[in-house]
Each structure stands twice: as structure tokens, then as C-alpha cells.
Nanobody, 129 residues
Framework: QLQLVESGGGLVQPGGSLRLSCAAS????????IGWFRQAPGKEREGVSC????????NYAESVKGRFTISRDNAKNTVYLQMSSLKPEDTAIYYC??????????????????????WGQGTQVTVSS
């Protein structure tokens, strides 16, 4: 059973930090990329960041560059999203997703997460004073 489980969301003040985790299990492929996406109320789901299996290639949305950092620990089958300098507009449900057949050597933040095959249940991040 392929499964992704997110954790680490919560309520944080503007300027604060959170670290999200995405634990993967049940994958038979050893070459999947992981992406983080988010969806705020009334808005479309948008890509935040992604990372290849090796960790050698990452990608970030312009809105989070310099504030968010994605990383992975393959020994633990876990991908992390370190979020700093959080803003109220970062408030959303954050989802991790797996692209089981990614383009060679890169990961892509597709519109709405199209092409990502497996999804977690999401974790709520609320940035508010």
C-alpha cells in the first residue's frame, strides 16, 4: 500500500518557523520525486517545492524562495520542508505528493500537482498573530 503521511503543521505567528515532514512507505520504485503543494481556502492548489530522489535537484515557487528549504533523508524515507519567516499568506493546507516517474534528473512543480501520482492527507498551517 503506497502511503504518504504529512506532519508538523500548526499555528505560528508571522515571522515564525515550522518544519513539515512527509513520511513515505510502500513504494516499489526507488526513483520518485516528492513535491509539496498547498491550497488556501477559495484558491487553487499551488506548488511550493519539490526534490528529486537523490536530493540533487530542487525547485521552489517564487513566493517561498529564500524562506523555505526542502530536504530528504532517504534512510528514513522522509522529506522535510523547513519554513521560515512565515507570512499570513502562507496559511493553507500543505500536501506532499510523489511523482513515481519524474523527468530525468529534475522535479517539476506542475500546475495543481498534475502528474503527481500519490498524495498525503494534508496538514494545516496557519500563520496568524
Amino acid at each position: 500500500q503506497l502511503q504518504l503521511v504529512e506532519s508538523g503543521g500548526g499555528l505560528v505567528q508571522p515571522g515564525g518557523s515550522l518544519r513539515l515532514s512527509c513520511a513515505a512507505s510502500g513504494f516499489t520504485s526507488d526513483n520518485y520525486a516528492i513535491g509539496w503543494f498547498r491550497q488556501a481556502p477559495g484558491k487553487e492548489r499551488e506548488g511550493v517545492s519539490c526534490i528529486t530522489r537523490s536530493g540533487g535537484s530542487t525547485n521552489y515557487a517564487e513566493s517561498v524562495k529564500g524562506r523555505f528549504t526542502i530536504s530528504r533523508d532517504n534512510a528514513k524515507n522522509t522529506v522535510y520542508l523547513q519554513m521560515s519567516s512565515l507570512k499570513p499568506e502562507d496559511t493553507a493546507i500543505y500536501y506532499c505528493a510523489a511523482d513515481a516517474v519524474p523527468p530525468f534528473g529534475i522535479c517539476v512543480l506542475t500546475k495543481g500537482g498534475a502528474g503527481y501520482d500519490y498524495w498525503g492527507q494534508g496538514t494545516q498551517v496557519t500563520v496568524s498573530s
